[in-house]
C-alpha cells in the first residue's frame, strides 16, 4: 500500500510540474520548464529542405499559435521534444534565369541548406524546359517529378554540377571522338 501512494504521489508530481521546452531565438539554451504547467507541447522553427529554417519564429512552449500557424512552425508533444535539427554542410548551386529566349547560367549562386543527412543535390532546366518552367529552390535540391519525368528539369549530386559546362563537357569527347573516326 505504501508502494502505492508513492507512486500516486510521484505520478501527481510530474503530471503538476508540466514539461520542459527549449526557449528563446536560436535553439541553443538548455530545456527549461514551462511557465504554465499545464502545457503539453513545445514549438520551434521548421526546417525546410535546402531552404534553411523558417525566420522569425522562436523556440517556445505551447504549440503554434494561430499568427505563426501560416509561416512554417511546426509542433511537438514531450520533454525537450524541440531540439533543433542537425544540420549539414552548406552548399553552393548554380542559378538559372530565361532571357532573350533561352535558359542561362545566372550569375548569382544559390547558397543551400541542408539536414545532416541529406544528399547534396542541385537543379537545372532539363532539355525540353520553356519559359514557363520554374527551377526549384534557386537550383537546390531536386527537380519535381512532373518536370523531371517530362524533362523540363534535370538535377545532379555534387555542388554547383548544374552549370551549363555539364552539358558542354559531354560534348567535347564526342566531337574528338568524331574528328578522330573522321
Known sequence: MKVLIVLFAVAVYCEAAGIKCIQGKDGKAD??????????QCSQP?????TGMSANIEYKCGK???ETEA???SSC?????????????DFKCKTWEFKAEKWSV????????????????CNKPGSKADKDTKVANAGCGPCGADDKKNNKCSECD???CNSAASVYALFVPLIAALYTLL
Open 46 to 50: 521548421k526546417f525546410v529542405e535546402y
Open 158 to 160: 555534387k555542388a554547383e
Open 31 to 40: 530545456a527549461t520548464a514551462c511557465t504554465n504547467t499545464e502545457e503539453k
Open 71 to 73: 509561416k512554417p512552425v
Open 106 to 121: 545566372a550569375t548569382a549562386v544559390s547558397t543551400c541548406k541542408r539536414l545532416k543527412d541529406t544528399k547534396v543535390m
Open 64 to 66: 503554434c499559435s494561430t
Open 77 to 89: 508533444t514531450g520533454d525537450s521534444c524541440n531540439k533543433p535539427k542537425e544540420t549539414g554542410e
